[in-house]
């Protein structure tokens, strides 16, 4: 008996999740961005959609959610404050400390503005997962479209608190990318050296990055780690708040 989890590409680079609890057969998607791909996850698991959580607005996360709603009839929950286009698809309006379950099991909602102020992300205790949308990736976090990095900072920090046995199911394939830029701001952590090399090998054999541990982010991911000796020496920050190295560490993503 377990909570299983499908995960496929969409798009350039989205991923997409499934989640089945055994015993109940109920199922959630993370997301509904292409609804084609998601009918045919579903399709080749055999599994019955029941739950649909949204976690932004962007398009490349919600496209096909319409779509997907009506092939299956699943309950949509989403954030309580967002565009109304999206509103008017969301059964369940969600916020910070709200619980909700797939089957047996349960999953907090957490607020991570920053990309967009309607983020929202899934996480099951129970089972060790975390749906991060796009505010965590693999070596990265999200573009500040709509919020600032001070928002940014404070949602991270809900993230970094978690279980470091946490996995985290990000929503793009971004590791290649946020590895050139990581080593740029940390040239000499050892642990991120020996994983850029583990990413290039899994991208040349085209695996997925995702998901990954909240503690290997921890350990590497500059983005979480604006306190770290090393990082703010590099950047000539020793005597900072953390927030604002954070703010540069973003600030030069931005450039890179
Ligand atoms: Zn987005
Ligand atoms: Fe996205």
């Not at 967002?82 to 619980?99: A, F, H, R």
């Amino acid at each position: 008996m377990a909570l299983l989890c499908k995960q496929f590409p969409y798009n350039d680079d989205n991923y997409g999740f499934l989640l089945h609890d055994d015993q109940t057969g109920n199922t959630a998607a993370i997301d509904a961005g292409c609804a084609p791909s998601y009918l045919s996850a579903l399709q080749e698991t055999g599994w019955d959609l029941t739950h649909i959580l949204v976690t932004h607005h962007h398009g490349d996360h919600v496209a096909g959610l319409a779509e997907l709603k009506k092939a299956t009839n699943a309950s949509v929950y989403g954030p309580k404050n967002t565009k109304q286009s999206l509103k008017d698809l969301i059964d369940n309006p969600v916020c910070e400390g709200d619980m909700l379950s797939i089957g047996r099991y349960k999953f907090n909602v957490i607020e991570t503005p920053g990309h967009t102020l309607d983020m929202l992300n899934y996480y099951c205790a129970g089972n060790k997962m975390l749906f991060s949308g796009d505010s965590l990736f693999v070596l990265g976090c999200g573009r500040l479209f709509e919020g600032n990095a001070s928002m940014m900072w404070q949602s991270l920090q809900k993230l970094r608190a978690l279980p470091h046995d946490t996995m985290v199911y990000s929503a793009h394939e971004y590791a290649l990318a946020n590895a050139a830029f990581a080593i740029s701001v940390d040239p000499q952590n050892k642990a991120l050296q020996d994983r850029v090399s583990h990413i290039k090998n899994l991208r040349d054999k085209d695996l997925p990055t995702v998901p990954s541990s909240l503690a290997q982010e921890s350990e590497t991911n500059p983005f979480l780690r604006p306190d770290d000796e090393q990082i703010r020496e590099h950047l000539n920050m020793m005597g900072e708040s953390d927030e604002a190295v954070f703010t540069e560490i973003r600030a030069r993503k931005d450039r890179f």
